[in-house]
């Protein structure tokens, strides 16, 4: 990132941050401080690490390499915090990195893996996203629950659609190109944006990558443990949310923290998440559990009393990865 993006960023993290210091309610923050158990906080903890053990199953899975799970999840662990806080999802970048640097993976391939892990997390965290709408009982949840099957047909099926659409992609961008090439010598004019037959390959092998990934057994296992991830996740936000809202009276129930967590993480892929997600999170948050019956203050207080225990958690997990990771890296 530029120097001026960077300037930017820190000004509408700090923009953010501000709003919501302004509008949080501090007696939430000393009660959560006060009589918070620290067993149940160390079991959320240990519940969302499982997750991150999931995904690097997932991976191995996606991947088709005999890769080791404990490798892989020191990269979850580095990726998962690289993406907590770096701005405008640029830690996805991180994934491919560690892939190549220390297990030698392809881009294409690394690429290809991310791509249908970020459609299948999609795909399960709606098809959750709209169970919880429907047992929250949100205005029109009939139509939501006609909209769970639909998702959860495209997160089984789709494999077989993308295995007809993806062999497509390479002709298509072939075809372009030498459009582009033979309108370029009608105009007589320079082919500046046809594109090099490297980019072509690369797409080539993105889309065989894809194809070899998204098959059978191997694609329905992936979404399996994508749905198991964020039930999993969706659980550890209950027992810390319950600790926050306990002190509060609110009647929490995990079908709650599913609906108002769900709209916090899909603030994370907006363009303007900022560092860290500070604002954008707790927004996705706040709007949901207000919609829920809770107080203005109270929601905006424990939406940030909640990313920031998160923000600690992938710090905990990431930072000892970071040690680990090239020793794990040199062994294999």
Not at 141 to 169: G, H
């Amino acid at each position: 990132m530029k120097g001026k993006s960077i300037t930017l960023v820190l000004l509408v993290t700090l923009v953010l941050l501000g709003i919501i210091l302004s509008q949080m309610d501090y007696r939430v923050v000393g009660l959560f401080l006060k009589r918070a158990s620290l067993p149940v906080i160390l079991l959320s903890f240990a519940t969302y690490t499982v997750t991150y053990l999931l995904r690097a199953i997932r991976w191995r899975i996606l991947l088709g390499l005999p890769l080791s799970i404990p490798s892989l999840f020191h990269i979850v662990c580095l990726h998962t915090l690289a993406n907590n806080l770096f701005p405008f999802r640029t830690g996805e970048l991180t994934f491919p990195y560690f892939l190549d640097k220390f297990h030698r993976v392809q881009l294409p391939s690394s690429l290809s893996s991310l791509f249908l892990a970020r459609v299948s997390d999609m795909l399960a965290l709606g098809s959750l996203f709209l169970a919880g709408l429907v047992a929250v009982g949100f205005p029109g949840e009939k139509t939501f629950a006609l909209a769970i099957p639909v998702l959860m047909i495209l997160l089984f099926f789709s494999p077989k659609v993308l295995a007809r659409i993806l062999p497509l992609i390479a002709p298509i961008s072939k075809l372009r190109a030498k459009g582009e090439e033979e309108k370029a010598k009608v105009e007589k004019r320079g082919p500046s944006f046809i594109p090099h037959p490297s980019s072509l390959k690369s797409l080539e092998s993105f889309s065989q990558e894809l194809q070899d990934q998204w098959k059978g057994k191997r694609m329905v296992t992936a979404n399996l443990l994508s749905l198991a991830i964020w039930g999993v996740k969706f659980l550890a936000f209950f027992f810390l949310a319950l600790e926050m809202t306990k002190p509060l009276g609110y009647p929490l129930t995990y079908w709650k923290v599913v609906v108002g967590t769900s709209a916090s993480e899909l603030t994370t892929v907006l363009p303007i998440h900022s560092i860290g997600g500070v604002g954008t999170y707790e927004a996705g948050w706040t709007g949901a559990f207000i919609l829920m019956g809770m107080g203005k203050g109270e929601a905006v207080a424990t939406a940030f009393l909640f990313h920031m225990t998160l923000l600690l958690f992938s710090v905990i997990l990431g930072l000892p990865s970071y040690i680990m990771i090239p020793w794990r890296g040199k062994r294999e």
